[in-house]
């Protein structure tokens, strides 16, 4: 079975500055890694996926993810955050194309 | 083309009473899955479809919730007798099978009272 720790409910920052959202995950098996925004009242967006290959990723809207297998992590990175990224963030997992494993989400609040 | 759509976005139910929750998934789409959010909570998976037939419904928590997919297309999650503990945001993805990306729709908030 896989299961997903989001170690962050919350994290407020100011506009502009660098932010992680933290991840780890665990699983017996290989993963595929994902992470998701979810705006208020909206369905989940893909941000990012991690499958195979390049353990760095980057994906929409400046953000970017290591994938550590050592450490069962798989935190997500912007360098320079805007308010319009305020929302919340979900890290999940799946053990092969079929159903995702979500963490409990970590809310991202950004100041002006 | 368009995306997953759900219907109806906000439903208010009595306890007791039962409620159909609909999903169109994006077309083409073999796949679908029917996840419940908490309040605060990550999405839970309820179910699975590869056309019309169900493959994996492990998550669904009681025999009060049973989803069909009669034509391999649109999806209805039913909930019988609902309770307080149902009130959730109701979402439903799809994709094209070995896709590892989910798509999905803005959900149905369902509010027991």
């Known amino acids: 079975a896989q299961s997903v720790t989001q170690l962050d409910s919350q994290v407020p920052v100011f506009e502009e500055a660098p932010v992680e959202l933290r991840c780890n995950y665990s699983?017996?098996?290989?993963?595929?890694l994902f992470w998701y925004v979810q705006y208020p009242n909206q369905g989940l967006q893909l941000l990012l996926k991690y499958l195979s290959g390049s353990t760095l990723v980057k994906g929409i809207n400046g953000f970017e993810a290591e994938f550590n297998k050592s450490q069962t992590s798989f935190h997500l990175r912007k360098p320079s955050v805007h308010i319009s990224d305020t929302a919340e963030y979900f890290c999940?997992?799946?053990?092969?194309?079929?159903?995702?494993?979500f963490g409990q989400g970590t809310e991202l609040s950004v100041k002006p | 083309g368009a995306g997953v759509s759900q219907s109806p976005r906000y439903k208010v139910a009595k306890r007791g009473q039962d409620v159909a929750l609909r999903c169109d998934p994006i077309?083409?789409?073999?796949?679908l899955f029917w996840y419940q959010q908490a309040l605060g909570q990550g999405p839970e998976f309820l179910t699975y479809?590869?056309?019309?037939?169900?493959?994996?419904k492990s998550g669904l928590p009681s025999d009060r919730f049973f989803a069909e997919r009669p034509e391999g297309s649109v999806s209805t999650l039913k909930i019988q007798r609902t309770q307080q503990e149902d009130s959730a945001v109701y979402l439903c993805?799809?994709?094209?099978?070995?896709?590892?990306?989910?798509?999905f729709g803005p959900g149905t908030r369902l509010l027991v009272l």
């Open positions: 993805a799809s994709n094209i099978p070995n896709q590892e990306t989910q798509y």
């Open positions: 479809f590869q056309n019309e037939a169900q493959l994996d």
């Open positions: 699983s017996s098996v290989s993963v595929y």
């Open positions: 999940a997992v799946s053990a092969r194309p079929g159903k995702l494993i």
């Open positions: 077309s083409g789409h073999v796949s």
